[in-house]
């Protein structure tokens, strides 16, 4: 029996597991208790610190050399995992030598945030070093980079969003504005057509083309 991300189960999944392994004990659990940040939808951490308790003998391989990280961001990341309670522990190594050391700034809010790293990006552009193509900006969720967008659109500085479309290019977005843009200006034709039938009303595409001839000859908007 193989299980990943062990400190993600929950009580029943634990139990069910035990039953399972209890006649052969042929197991393999991977998993990182500074990782379990489920508990909210019903995760244990617990399942995965008493492993060896459960399944006595069982050999535990600690991987805990990072490939990616510098120095500074793995002793930053040490001393903050451990405050955590209840865990296994771990020593975190790498072959990168030294780096930028990390920085913590506190912010009201996400605005607040956006003006923060726009002006650091603004710097940057300054300095020209390094090139805006290696800075990156990591959030938890895709809403969350509506603030930074509209922060980079009003200071001209160019990006892409990866992993998913522009806030301002979602199509509901692009709906929402469509409907807003026809109610402060009802000749445009373009973000008519665009909501006509949204939600769905049974007007088709032949219905629209005849509201395109009868706007042409009356020589008005549809």
């Known amino acids: 029996i193989m299980v990943d991300e062990y400190q993600d189960t929950n009580l029943a999944q634990y139990l069910w ?8 004990r042929n197991i393999a659990c991977v998993g990182d208790d500074d990782q379990s940040i489920y508990a909210w939808r019903g995760a244990e951490v617990g399942n995965i610190l008493r ?3 459960d399944f006595p003998g069982a050999k535990v391989v600690r991987l805990e050399q990072n490939y990616r990280s ?11 995992i451990a ?7 771990k020593t975190l190594w790498t072959a990168i ?5 990390v920085s913590v700034r506190g912010v009201w809010d996400g605005e607040e945030e956006a003006r923060v790293v ?3 990006i603004e710097s940057i552009q300054r300095r020209k070093t390094p090139s805006l193509a290696q800075v990156a900006i990591l959030v938890r969720a895709g809403f ?10 009003t200071l001209g500085i160019p990006y892409r969003v ?3 479309p522009r806030f301002y290019e979602r199509r509901e977005i692009r709906d929402a504005l469509a409907y807003l843009r026809v109610v402060a200006q009802c000749d445009d034709d373009l973000a008519f057509e665009r909501i006509v039938n949204l939600p769905k009303r049974g007007i088709g595409e032949t219905s629209v083309q005849q509201l395109y001839a009868i706007a042409r000859a009356g020589r008005t908007s549809l």
Not at 17 to 24: I, M
Not at 97 to 101: A, C, F, P
Not at 144 to 153: A, D, I
């Open 17 to 24: 597991l035990r039953l399972l392994a209890q006649g052969h």
């Open 51 to 53: 492993f060896e308790q």
């Open 70 to 80: 510098t120095e500074h961001i793995l002793g930053a990341a040490s001393g903050l």
């Open 83 to 89: 405050n955590n309670e209840g865990r296994l522990g």
């Open 97 to 101: 030598d030294g780096g930028d050391r």
């Open 118 to 120: 726009a002006d650091e």
């Open 144 to 153: 969350q980079t509506r603030e930074f967008e509209e922060r980079f659109l």
């Open 162 to 164: 990866v992993g998913g």
